[in-house]
C-alpha cells in the first residue's frame, strides 16, 4: 500500500471541497491506495468500518483517467451511503461532469456495471431512457 499520487490527492480534496459548496457535508473518511498488477483499470470499495469512520480503497490500475473515475465513484458511495441507488448515480454524475472527465468514457465504464448508471446519466442530461 502506499500513499495515493499527489494529482489524486488534489482531485478528492477539490471534489470534496465542491461538494461542500453545494451545501452538503462531508464525512471523515480516510484513503487506502494499492497498485495493480499491470492491469489497465482500477477497482475500489468504499465501506464504514467497526470504527465509524468511511473508508474508501482503491486498487489502481495502469489508466490514469479509470484511477480518477473509481475514486469519484467511490467518493460518490463515501458522500451519498451505500448502494448504487438513483441517488448515488445521479451524485456520481455530478462528479464525473465537476471533474471533466469524458462522458463517453464514463458511460463506457459505467453503463455494463448498472443500467441505473446510464439512467442517472440520461436524467442529467434531461434525457428519457
Not at 8 to 24: D, H, M, R, S, T
Not at 52 to 80: F, M, N, P, S
Request: aromatic letters at 12%; proline letters at 7%; one cysteine or more.
Amino acid at each position: 500500500m502506499t500513499t495515493p499520487p499527489k494529482a489524486i490527492q488534489a482531485l478528492v480534496l477539490n471534489a470534496c471541497l465542491w461538494w461542500e459548496g453545494q451545501g452538503k457535508p462531508v464525512p471523515l473518511f480516510t484513503i487506502t491506495w494499492r497498485r495493480s498488477k499491470g492491469y489497465r483499470q482500477s477497482s475500489g470499495r468504499a465501506f464504514t468500518p467497526a470504527n465509524g469512520r468511511y473508508h474508501l480503497v482503491v486498487t489502481a490500475g495502469t489508466h490514469r483517467l479509470d484511477q480518477k473515475l473509481v475514486v469519484l465513484h467511490e467518493l460518490g458511495h463515501i458522500l451519498t451511503g451505500p448502494g448504487h441507488t438513483p441517488t448515488f448515480w445521479d451524485n456520481a454524475w455530478a462528479l464525473y461532469r465537476w471533474a471533466k472527465l469524458p462522458m463517453t468514457y464514463c458511460k463506457e465504464r459505467e453503463g455494463p456495471y448498472k443500467v441505473e448508471a446510464l439512467r442517472a446519466y440520461a436524467r442529467s442530461r434531461g434525457k428519457r431512457i
